[in-house]
């Protein structure tokens, strides 16, 4: 992996203080010390690679970003082993969508080496800055944007890389609760042909009017639709879905190029086929489902993703339906399949596919 010069932290933050800032941090609130930044010209590629203070970037108020949203993002996690080692889970598969989502928004992508030297260079730096606790992890979130100041819509010839860590507990608060998500039919994610399939920021801001008519009707997660048809089920503001069936087969929505090729929904694929489930990837009629559930054909839903693992889904709610499951309980196989993959990444079951990248 690609090596990224050490800068001196002249105001690091006490032990005293980080052992209680790590203790039981939120979400997403609390940043290490450090940060990763690495610059990229159209002439030259990429250089300046550091490992630097965290602290505000200096923006042109014209940079592209600002204006025309080229930006791509991910998320992964570096876990705390019992032995005190530290491990990040499937690094290179985050390192690969990286580069295909710069490559639909016109930004450089970012070579497997850079990725993972970077990221692993601030893990090291901030080592200390991973929580002991169980279910709360250091996550990190490698991001670049087009920083170029020019109002031209045009391929970036100036762009910026950073990583930032943040100590955080789970996504959703309170334990694993059923969520009740929000059927929306009116505003889409994205659409065929669109950036779906792309980890950018554009997709969520887009998720965020949905998200807010469902919190109107008392759900705290959106669950999307396809654009085309306004029929087939495809994933939720930021984490994709899986529906679990009596007779304990499991189906997720197919990638059909606007879904977000989830790593955490190849990894579930791949550990309930260890287990004898059979997964398939199709596209699931939003009714089709509805009528499954009514009928106690469908068992259980559960949404996944990196930051909130896996969450139940415990009803369904639209300006048409309202359908519940499983009497506000998570389902058997949405906790095994939970507690196996949280198992592996904490070093608690045996790693067969080796996912596991040690720091
Ligand atoms: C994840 O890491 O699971 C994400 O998709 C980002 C999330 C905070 C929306």
Redesign the pocket.
């Known amino acids: 992996a690609a090596t990224f010069p050490v800068e001196a932290n002249v105001h690091p933050t006490s032990d005293e203080q980080r052992e209680a800032l790590i203790d039981k941090p939120a979400f997403?609130q609390l940043f290490s010390d450090n940060m990763v930044r690495m610059t990229w010209e159209q002439d030259t590629g990429w250089s300046q690679r550091k490992v630097m203070p965290y602290g505000p970037l200096q923006l042109d108020p014209a940079a592209a970003v600002l204006h025309y949203a080229q930006e791509v993002f991910e998320?992964l996690k570096a876990y705390y082993h019992s032995d005190g080692s530290i491990w990040l889970f499937r690094p290179d598969a985050n390192a690969e969508r990286f580069q295909n989502s710069a490559r639909r928004l016109s930004l450089p992508p970012l070579s497997t080496d850079d990725f993972l030297g970077s990221v692993a260079a601030l893990v090291q730096r901030d080592v200390t800055w991973v929580p002991r606790r169980r279910e709360y992890t250091l996550?990190l979130r490698p991001f670049m944007f087009a920083s170029e100041p020019y109002l031209g819509v045009r391929a970036p010839h100036q762009v910026d890389y950073c990583v930032i860590a943040s100590p955080s507990g789970p996504?959703f608060t309170g334990g694993v609760k059923p969520v009740s998500i929000w059927v929306e039919n009116r505003w889409f994610r994205t659409g065929p042909g669109g950036t779906g399939f792309a980890k950018c920021g554009g997709n969520?801001a887009a998720s965020l009017v949905g998200e807010g008519r469902g919190s109107e009707h008392g759900c705290e997660q959106v669950c999307f639709v396809d654009a085309a048809t306004g029929t087939y089920l495809e994933e939720l503001?930021?984490?994709n879905m899986f529906i679990v069936h009596k007779d304990g087969h499991l189906e997720t929505p197919s990638l059909t190029g606007s879904i977000?090729p989830g790593v955490?929904r190849r990894s579930l694929i791949e550990l309930a086929g260890d287990e004898g489930h059979e997964v398939v990837e199709s596209m699931i009629k939003m009714s089709d489902l509805l009528e499954d559930i009514r009928s106690g054909e469908v068992t259980e839903v559960f949404a996944c993703?990196?930051?909130?693992i896996i969450t139940p889904i415990s009803r369904l709610v639209s300006d048409e339906f309202d359908v519940s499951l499983g009497e506000g309980q998570p389902g058997q196989l949405t906790m095994h399949l939970r507690e196996r993959l949280l198992g592996i990444q904490l070093g608690e079951v045996e790693d067969t596919h080796d996912w596991m990248w040690r720091v």
Do not use: F, K, S
């Open positions: 997403g998320g996550y996504y969520y503001g930021g984490m977000l955490t993703g990196t930051a909130a």
